[in-house]
């Protein structure tokens, strides 16, 4: 299982993909869409997690643009601040985690959505 990590606070995202790491995921990380979608260019992702709430492109307007281009990958949605537009929009069919993020709730949404993938 490969996740990508997106978010614009950058020790959450580095932190959290060292997590993942010690717990046998494989995790990248970027703080922006714009470095995101051209990681995805070059690497196979089976699941991102986006911060919802990031400057220029927002995560929810990031889920599009990924999920046009790499149709089977999946999506988790993280925020310090959602808003109940933003759950609907954004994540209806998605996972939706509340930072601090407890990375046990990640991780078992990351195998729940990988093994019905």
Do not use: C
């Amino acid at each position: 299982m490969r996740l990508l990590l997106v978010d614009d606070e950058g020790e959450l995202v580095s932190t959290l993909a060292e997590r993942l790491s010690f717990r046998g995921i494989d995790a990248d990380w970027a703080v922006s869409g714009e470095e995101a979608l051209k990681m995805a260019e070059t690497e196979q992702y089976d699941i991102a997690v986006l911060d919802v709430k990031m400057p220029k492109i927002s995560g929810i307007q990031l889920k599009g643009m990924l999920e046009e281009k790499y149709p089977d990958m999946k999506f988790i949605f993280m925020t310090g601040h959602g808003s109940k537009n933003d759950y609907i929009a954004g994540s209806a069919k998605d996972y939706y985690l509340v930072k601090p993020i407890a990375i046990d709730a990640l991780v078992s949404k990351a195998e729940e959505i990988f093994k019905n993938k």
